[in-house]
């Protein structure tokens, strides 16, 4: 499934950390979130494009890092927001 996007070598972690507080830059300013999403490149974790601030997208758009997957338990899937193709990383 690799082939759908060109920017898996941006991925740097694919595990998510073992504790997540919330989206960062909500916490940081009192906002709210839907689903948390977390950078595969930073580890950043970021609201999905459902929260009012879409604090993920805005970090991609920002730094350059493309690829998000999904911090909700149960979820694995990870997000290319240049490609806008959905896809699970799998390691080597
Ligand atoms: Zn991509
Ligand atoms: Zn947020
Ligand atoms: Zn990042």
């Known amino acids: ?6 920017h898996l070598g941006s991925v740097e972690l694919t595990e998510l950390p073992a504790e997540i507080a919330g989206c960062e830059d909500c916490l940081a ?8 999403r977390m950078c595969q490149t930073c ?3 970021g609201c999905c494009d ?14 350059g890092h ?11 899937w ?7 193709v959905a896809f699970v990383v799998t390691r080597p």
């Open 50 to 63: 459902s929260s009012p601030h879409r604090h993920a997208s805005a970090h991609a758009r920002r730094v």
């Open 43 to 45: 580890g950043r974790i």
């Open 29 to 36: 300013i009192g906002g709210t979130w839907v689903h948390l």
């Open 1 to 6: 499934m690799s082939a759908i996007c060109s």
């Open 78 to 84: 990870s997000w290319c927001y240049l490609d806008n």
């Open 66 to 76: 493309p690829i998000v997957r999904s911090a909700e338990s149960g979820e694995d």
